[in-house]
């Protein structure tokens, strides 16, 4: 079955659109520039959430989301909401660059993904040894120390049987590490210290063949301490057909032994630690409950130092972990894959883009204020009571953007599966891009995500207050000294929904189908003025944006950009989706997102891309004559009245 999402992407251009008039401010009056006030009535349709206060969920007991309200008690769409909806749609439309993202890297673990799995271990004639190595981690001196030590693997069953036959017994659920310490020291008087015999180069035979030390409480004659790390799964399942709880073929069944600290040891302390300190605390940040438990063993000096693993790269550590298999910091950041499309996107020393410049930006380089704001937009009329509504309690997911076969560009021959011969780019592939800008595609239905059966309590869980009837806001939008290009921009989005089947989504639970509106402008309580008191038609202006992106952009409004960009926004195009894609706008459940890897499939396009490649999209100087009417607007947009 292909990748079911109830978001897709619209494609990064391989090109920004920069403008001409980089001086326009709220202090420099354009000759020409245009001035005042529009008032707009949304209407909603279906659900509609627009978050305020929150309360936390507990164990056991679901959270809240109210809906937002002013002062008085009365709810409302806060102006922020409209404008950035109409601005993340205008970045799109102007290919304005892709830098409202923050410059992250990510941890990755992914069995699956060979790339991954052969850095931490090499096949010896069919039998698998660890390249992973093992150590303690200290900080003392004001610098990061490690000291490696040996280790062994030990079974379950054989730490149950030495301290309590049920410790590890198959109807053990997943943990992790820290429950589990905290499990042992209380059947074994608080002790992880412990004596031990090692056997060198074991030889498992079962399932996968590997080779390595294996421990046993038989005969003790060594001394170290008992390593825990987390349980990803139970030893028991479900048949997928038959619904039976069956024994797994494979699971977690061992642990680990580290040997005691021993002086003698060469202590590693250099600067190539303390680069590779920084990926491991990237990896487990302050508010990881592993390493903090691990950091109360060692004060109450049941741990002589952070037990670790790691890896060695040309004789030096490279990466390091707090299990055997451990997340990888990636190679390549979220501005590295935006780079490798187009390095305009992140360049803070070209001209701004045509959002930029219209909305205002703070940063590093340059503060500009907004020419565009969104005031309050309230009801028309009084709401009744019973249309405001809490949901059924379900669990709001967040898109996880390691999820390579859905974020990042992957090769495609329209299969939506990896062609043969192929891998999937992730953050560790030099080359990756991500695949553009996330939406989540206007539903009809309005479906809640369900709560799974095996939910740990209530602590994910929330209940949304909604609105069920559809409502008119009325509420204003008010602009200063913008050119009619910039103005046109505005009004071509507010009136794509002049289209009865598109619509804008706003607010909470887009994911669901909740917060579709569509705008009407009301032409007689709107006044925008012409600082050289020409007369103004929005048509005109519209007319005037869609020939200056035209003029810009090859083909604009048959990109890839603008065509996914429309279909998303239209309520039949999801369903046609859908339909020809075989998926639906809905999360996949766990098990559905590893099937889907091992499937090689790929996140199917919103639409089917042009055979023509976008690389192209800029138009260059000698490919079509500048209009002349267009270029004179620009050379005397600046003059002063």
Same mark, same amino acid.
């Given at each position: 079955?292909?990748?079911?999402?109830?978001?897709?992407?619209?494609?990064?251009?391989?090109?920004?659109?920069?403008?001409?008039?980089?001086?326009?401010?709220?202090?420099?009056?354009?000759?020409?520039?245009?001035?005042?006030?529009?008032?707009?009535?949304?209407?909603?349709?279906?659900?509609?959430?627009?978050?305020?206060?929150?309360?936390?969920?507990?164990?056991?007991?679901?959270?809240?989301?109210?809906?937002?309200?002013?002062?008085?008690?009365?709810?409302? &769409?806060?102006?922020? =909401? /409209?404008?950035?909806? $109409?601005? !993340?749609?205008?970045?799109?439309?102007?290919? *304005?660059?892709? #830098?409202?993202?923050?410059?992250?890297?990510?941890?990755?673990?992914?069995?699956?993904?060979?790339?991954?799995?052969?850095?931490?271990?090499?096949?010896?004639?069919?039998?698998?040894?660890?390249?992973?190595?093992?150590?303690?981690?200290?900080?003392?001196?004001?610098?990061?120390?490690?000291?490696?030590?040996?280790?062994?693997? &030990?079974?379950?069953? =054989? /730490?149950?049987?030495? $301290?309590? !036959?049920?410790?590890?017994?198959?109807?053990? *659920?997943?943990? #992790?590490?820290?429950?589990?310490?905290?499990?042992?020291?209380?059947?074994?008087?608080?002790?992880?210290?412990?004596?031990?015999?090692?056997?060198?180069?074991?030889?498992?035979?079962?399932?996968?063949?590997?080779?390595?030390?294996?421990?046993?409480?038989?005969?003790?004659?060594?001394?170290?301490?008992?390593?825990?790390?987390?349980?990803?799964?139970?030893?028991?399942?479900?048949?997928?057909?038959?619904?039976?709880?069956?024994?797994?073929?494979?699971?977690?069944?061992?642990?680990?032994?580290?040997?005691?600290?021993?002086?003698?040891?060469?202590?590693?302390?250099?600067?190539?630690?303390?680069?590779?300190?920084?990926?491991?605390?990237?990896?487990?940040?302050?508010?990881?409950?592993?390493?903090?438990?691990?950091?109360?063993?060692?004060?109450?000096?049941?741990?002589?130092?952070?037990?670790?693993?790691?890896?060695?790269?040309?004789?030096?550590?490279?990466?390091?972990?707090?299990?055997?298999?451990?997340?990888?910091?990636?190679?390549?950041?979220?501005?590295?894959?935006?780079?490798?499309?187009?390095?305009?996107?992140?360049?803070?020393?070209?001209?701004?883009?045509?959002?930029?410049?219209?909305?205002?930006?703070?940063?590093?380089?340059?503060?500009?204020?907004?020419?565009?704001?969104?005031?309050?937009?309230?009801?028309?009329?009084?709401?009744?009571?019973?249309?405001?509504?809490?949901?059924?309690?379900?669990?709001?997911?967040?898109?996880?953007?390691?999820?390579?076969?859905?974020?990042?560009?992957?090769?495609?021959?329209?299969?939506?599966?990896?062609?043969?011969?192929?891998?999937?780019?992730?953050?560790?592939?030099?080359?990756?891009?991500?695949?553009?800008?996330?939406?989540?595609?206007?539903?009809?239905?309005?479906?809640?995500?369900?709560?799974?059966?095996?939910?740990?309590?209530?602590?994910?869980?929330?209940?949304?207050?909604?609105?069920?009837?559809?409502?008119?806001?009325?509420?204003?939008?008010?602009?200063?000294?913008?050119?009619?290009?910039?103005?046109?921009?505005?009004?071509?989005?507010?009136?794509?929904?002049?289209?009865?089947?598109?619509?804008?989504?706003?607010?909470?639970?887009?994911?669901?189908?909740?917060?579709?509106?569509?705008?009407?402008?009301?032409?007689?309580?709107?006044?925008?003025?012409?600082?050289?008191?020409?007369?103004?038609?929005?048509?005109?202006?519209?007319?005037?944006?869609?020939?200056?992106?035209?003029?810009?952009?090859?083909?604009?409004?048959?990109?890839?950009?603008?065509?996914?960009?429309?279909?998303?926004?239209?309520?039949?195009?999801?369903?046609?989706?859908?339909?020809?894609?075989?998926?639906?706008?809905?999360?996949?459940?766990?098990?559905?997102?590893?099937?889907?890897?091992?499937?090689?499939?790929?996140?199917?396009?919103?639409?089917?891309?042009?055979?023509?490649?976008?690389?192209?999209?800029?138009?260059?100087?000698?490919?079509?004559?500048?209009?002349?009417?267009?270029?004179?607007?620009?050379?005397?947009?600046?003059?002063?009245?």
């Amino acid at each position: 079955m292909p990748i079911s999402s109830p978001y897709n992407f619209i494609p990064l251009s391989d090109t920004v659109h920069t403008l001409d008039w980089q001086e326009a401010s709220q202090d420099v009056p354009l000759a020409d520039g245009v001035s005042g006030t529009l008032s707009i009535n949304l209407q909603t349709f279906g659900n509609l959430m627009v978050g305020d206060t929150h309360t936390k969920s507990s164990s056991n007991k679901a959270g809240k989301v109210d809906f937002f309200t002013t002062p008085d008690g009365n709810i409302a &769409i806060p102006g922020t =909401s /409209i404008k950035g909806a $109409i601005r !993340n749609i205008l970045d799109i439309a102007t290919f *304005a660059k892709f #830098s409202q993202i923050e410059d992250r890297r990510f941890g990755v673990r992914d069995l699956n993904y060979k790339d991954y799995t052969k850095k931490f271990s090499t096949n010896e004639s069919g039998y698998f040894r660890s390249n992973v190595q093992a150590g303690w981690l200290s900080f003392q001196k004001n610098t990061w120390q490690l000291e490696p030590v040996a280790y062994h693997r &030990i079974e379950q069953n =054989s /730490i149950g049987k030495k $301290i309590a !036959n049920d410790f590890f017994g198959d109807k053990i *659920a997943r943990c #992790s590490a820290d429950q589990k310490y905290i499990k042992y020291m209380c059947r074994n008087e608080g002790k992880l210290s412990t004596t031990f015999s090692a056997q060198a180069d074991y030889k498992k035979q079962q399932g996968t063949k590997m080779i390595y030390s294996q421990a046993s409480f038989d005969n003790p004659n060594k001394q170290g301490y008992l390593i825990f790390t987390g349980q990803t799964m139970d030893r028991f399942g479900f048949d997928r057909k038959t619904g039976k709880r069956i024994r797994r073929r494979t699971y977690k069944h061992m642990e680990f032994i580290f040997e005691e600290s021993v002086k003698q040891n060469p202590v590693i302390a250099n600067d190539n630690l303390n680069k590779v300190m920084k990926d491991f605390l990237f990896i487990y940040n302050s508010d990881n409950k592993e390493l903090k438990y691990l950091n109360t063993l060692i004060k109450n000096g049941k741990l002589p130092a952070i037990p670790v693993f790691y890896l060695e790269k040309d004789g030096e550590i490279h990466s390091m972990g707090l299990s055997q298999l451990y997340k990888l910091a990636s190679d390549y950041s979220t501005y590295d894959c935006v780079k490798n499309t187009a390095t305009e996107h992140l360049d803070q020393n070209q001209k701004v883009d045509f959002t930029t410049l219209m909305f205002g930006s703070i940063n590093d380089e340059v503060a500009s204020k907004s020419r565009v704001n969104f005031g309050l937009f309230t009801p028309e009329k009084t709401i009744a009571a019973e249309s405001l509504k809490y949901s059924e309690e379900t669990i709001l997911s967040s898109p996880k953007p390691t999820y390579y076969p859905n974020y990042i560009k992957q090769p495609n021959d329209g299969s939506n599966i990896l062609p043969r011969g192929e891998k999937y780019n992730t953050y560790l592939s030099k080359d990756a891009e991500l695949r553009g800008w996330k939406r989540y595609p206007v539903k009809k239905a309005i479906k809640l995500g369900d709560v799974p059966q095996n939910v740990n309590g209530k602590k994910t869980i929330i209940k949304m207050q909604h609105l069920t009837e559809d409502t008119v806001f009325q509420g204003k939008m008010r602009f200063h000294n913008l050119s009619k290009i910039e103005l046109g921009a505005l009004l071509w989005v507010l009136l794509l929904t002049d289209n009865t089947n598109i619509k804008i989504n706003i607010g909470m639970a887009k994911s669901f189908g909740y917060g579709k509106v569509n705008f009407e402008i009301d032409h007689n309580q709107s006044s925008p003025i012409s600082h050289n008191k020409e007369q103004i038609t929005f048509s005109e202006c519209v007319e005037q944006f869609k020939a200056h992106m035209k003029e810009h952009i090859n083909d604009w409004e048959k990109s890839d950009q603008i065509k996914t960009l429309l279909a998303i926004l239209n309520e039949n195009e999801a369903l046609e989706h859908q339909k020809e894609t075989k998926t639906t706008l809905q999360h996949m459940k766990l098990r559905e997102y590893r099937d889907a890897k091992q499937q090689k499939q790929i996140l199917p396009d919103f639409i089917k891309k042009q055979q023509a490649s976008n690389i192209n999209n800029k138009k260059q100087k000698n490919e079509q004559p500048v209009n002349n009417a267009m270029k004179s607007q620009f050379e005397n947009i600046f003059k002063k009245s």
